[in-house]
């Protein structure tokens, strides 16, 4: 079985800008959970997709969005991109939710804002 | 949701056993342990899980207390290549990520 994707895997943007981010999980599997990874902040938790509804978020600005599509995958958005942005942006998938399933993780979609 | 404290880092010789502690004293009942592992800016790697008994795969093995307050990933024979940050991880509703465990294995 195929692992989970993420595409573009290296990204360049400016300050200002917007970005799309996208994952496609292992298939079969129908959760999608967002994370960001900074060298300061460690890896946090932005939000999970199950079966294309938001089930949860964790504390970032409204600038963080994301959608998850009828084929389980999943797209995130950052909007008026800051310095601060700048991170590794990891998407796991695991075939159910609520905490009991396993998260395999994507290699990480890797943003630097100028 | 339940965190987790581990040392931030520590050292095992190569083919030696590594024994990495976390602590997870407001685990709730019904919440699992996870173990995972990154390697260098790669996406985490899932190890193993458990809930109240001990578990074994070709990887590893997990021990959890009695109390399930804490637990110790065991990798038996350790190498180079098991040089990672480890995280301990109580699966909640939102996965709450600690700074985990900076293992280095040495020849």
């Known amino acids: 079985k195929a692992g989970v994707t993420q595409t573009p895997r290296y990204l360049i943007k400016t300050r200002g800008q917007q970005v799309t981010l996208s994952c496609s999980p292992i298939s079969g599997h129908r959760s999608v959970s967002w994370y960001q990874q900074t060298p300061g902040q460690g890896l946090q938790f932005l939000f999970e997709?199950?079966?294309?509804?938001q089930r949860n978020k964790g504390n970032f600005p409204g600038r963080f969005s994301g959608r998850q599509f009828s084929n389980s995958r999943s797209e995130m958005n950052v909007s008026t991109l800051e310095l601060g942005d700048s991170a590794l942006y990891l998407c796991?998938?695991?075939w159910g939710t609520g905490g009991r399933e396993t998260q395999y993780f994507g290699p990480g979609t890797r943003l630097l804002v100028l | 949701d339940a965190k987790t404290t581990q040392p931030p880092s520590m050292d095992c010789a190569e083919g030696r056993a590594a024994n990495l502690p976390c602590n997870h004293s407001?685990?709730?009942?019904?919440?699992?342990v996870y173990w995972y592992r990154q390697i260098h800016s790669q996406g985490p790697q899932y190890i193993i899980h458990g809930l109240k008994n001990n578990e074994t795969n070709e990887m590893a093995s997990l021990i959890i207390t009695e109390d399930r307050k804490s637990s110790t990933l065991i990798l038996p024979h350790a190498t180079l290549r098991d040089t990672a940050v480890y995280y301990c991880?109580?699966?909640?509703?939102?996965?709450?990520f600690g700074p985990g465990t900076s293992l280095s294995v040495i020849p």
């Open positions: 407001t685990i709730s009942g019904n919440e699992y």
């Open positions: 796991a998938s695991s």
């Open positions: 997709y199950f079966s294309e509804t």
């Open positions: 991880i109580v699966m909640g509703d939102k996965v709450i």
